[in-house]
């Protein structure tokens, strides 16, 4: 978060410059929610673990489809099937299917996915729930903006310093990343899911960008 003087304070010139990097924030309120929801199944053999992690799932996709969710929001995510030896006897096949939904709806993401996870029965998990903005062109543009009032800044600053003005901007880099998305909880029973808390908040998108200014030429002196 520094500026950096390429040639020295008292060097006059064209060649000279100075190259610093500028940051900057713009907020978003995320509008859609996407739940990872699953269902695990244990049974004497795969075909029969299966059919239960199916049936758990079924539940829960109606559930999901009576509350509008289209099938195009709907998708099938990791499943496995493994061996659990660590019971008392004989050993279990474990099924585990997943699902992905997104919710366009923030309000009530919570709510939805709640009923689902309630409907679908022991089986029924929720690994977590993360919140993204749609569209996050708008903020991406107002934290471009903000970064390069903060480049400019910066370099005045440094041109002020070093006696200078600045000249002809000679490149631009663009760095940065939109903040990660926000995410909730981890694995959550069925007898706590009637309602999953889900609050919109905001999310941060951030930009970087690196300018390279020339100095402007002196015509002070005759």
Not at 53 to 74: P, T
Not at 86 to 98: E, I, N
Not at 116 to 134: C, F, T
Request: aromatic share 4%; with cysteine.
């Amino acid at each position: 978060m520094t500026g950096r003087d390429d040639e020295h304070a008292g060097r006059r010139g064209p060649r000279g410059g100075v190259t610093v990097t500028g940051f900057g924030e713009a907020e978003a309120v995320p509008d859609v929610a996407i739940a990872d929801l699953g269902a695990e199944a244990r049974a004497v053999d795969a075909e029969r673990a299966l059919a239960e992690a199916g049936d758990c799932l079924d539940r829960m996709r109606a559930v999901l489809r009576e509350a509008g969710v289209e099938d195009r929001f709907l998708r099938t995510t990791q499943s496995s099937t493994w061996t659990d030896g660590s019971a008392r006897g004989s050993s279990r096949v474990v099924a585990r299917l997943g699902l992905q939904v997104r919710l366009h709806d923030v309000a009530v993401a919570g709510d939805v996915v709640g009923a689902a996870v309630v409907a679908g029965g022991e089986p029924a998990r929720m690994d977590g729930i993360r919140l993204e903005v749609s569209d996050p062109t708008q903020p991406r543009v107002l934290a471009r903006e903000a970064a390069w009032a903060d480049a400019v800044a910066r370099a005045t600053h440094w041109a002020t310093l070093s006696g200078r003005r600045l000249g002809e901007v000679q490149w631009v880099t663009e760095g940065g990343a939109d903040a990660a998305p926000l995410r909730m909880g981890r694995t959550m029973g069925v007898a706590k899911a009637m309602s999953v808390p889900v609050e919109a908040g905001q999310q941060t998108v951030s930009a970087d960008v690196t300018v390279r200014w020339a100095w402007a030429e002196d015509t002070s002196s005759p």
